[in-house]
């Protein structure tokens, strides 16, 4: 179980991470989908391709580097929550990815870096 501070801060980083995106075009069409096994932070259309977007927010190294959290369990847990949500809303593109963005905060809270890393998985 997160913290309150800890979901705080990653409640930042996803709102950091949605502007970023739909500054780059992408459609954000969900948040916080949740299923039995996983959730996905963000989910989003962008070039008839449909995006599920895992958000790692870090304020520093302490417990790895947000890349180092998304372990192969991670990934196929996030791959069947999107094949999940993407039968429950079959209208939308059939191409689908994972993406990954993380996001660096410092000791005030505001972002100092965010990665877009595209395609971490094949979906």
Do not use: C
Not at 43 to 55: C, G, K, Q, Y
């Amino acid at each position: 179980m997160l913290s309150g501070q800890n979901q705080h801060k990653g409640k930042l980083g996803e709102n950091a991470a949605a502007t970023f995106l739909a500054k780059k075009g992408y459609r954000i069409i969900s948040r916080n989908f949740f299923v039995r096994g996983g959730e996905l932070d963000l989910v989003a259309v962008h070039d008839n391709t449909l995006i599920f977007v895992e958000v790692k927010t870090r304020s520093g190294a302490d417990f790895g580097t947000a890349e180092e959290a998304v372990t192969p369990w991670k990934i196929k847990a996030l791959l069947r929550a999107g094949q999940y949500f993407k039968l429950k809303h079959p209208n939308l593109p059939e191409a689908l990815r994972l993406d990954l963005v993380t996001v660096s905060l410092n000791s005030a809270n505001q972002v100092t870096h965010l990665e877009h890393l595209g395609n971490i998985a094949e979906a």
